[in-house]
């Protein structure tokens, strides 16, 4: 039974793993290594290039994600319908201002507002 291996790794991190692994196979093996050197060198730099970018690249993702949150909160999305102090609170007490004092559901769209 013959065993091929094409299937190369498709994700960041698991790029990087095999990247990392490979230069460290090279160095171990020394002269004895059948791989070129420069071609290790180039994926060595790209490889350390590529995961300094992807480190930085995850610290602003998570700062996204919490800046996110921040504004889910200051929306009402996050919280239980009609949590004071939020934007869909506010929202909702004009919605109901205008209810009350709008004579048609054309005034209402006026503000913004759709009947859907």
Excluded: C
Aim: glycine share 6%; hydrophobic share 40%.
């Amino acid at each position: 039974m013959e065993t091929t291996f094409k299937i190369l790794p498709q994700h960041a991190e698991e790029i990087l793993q095999l990247a990392h692994h490979i230069v460290a196979r090279h160095v171990e093996n020394g002269a004895s290594s059948p791989l070129k050197v420069q071609h290790v060198a180039e994926i060595n730099a790209k490889a350390s290039a590529a995961q300094s970018k992807h480190a930085e690249g995850m610290r602003f993702l998570k700062f996204a994600q919490e800046l996110f949150k921040e504004r889910d909160q200051l929306m009402g999305i996050t919280q239980p319908e009609f949590t004071p102090k939020n934007i869909l609170f506010y929202i909702q007490s004009v919605q109901e201002t205008l209810l009350g004092t709008a004579g048609s559901e054309d005034e209402l769209t006026q503000w913004g507002f759709s009947g859907e």
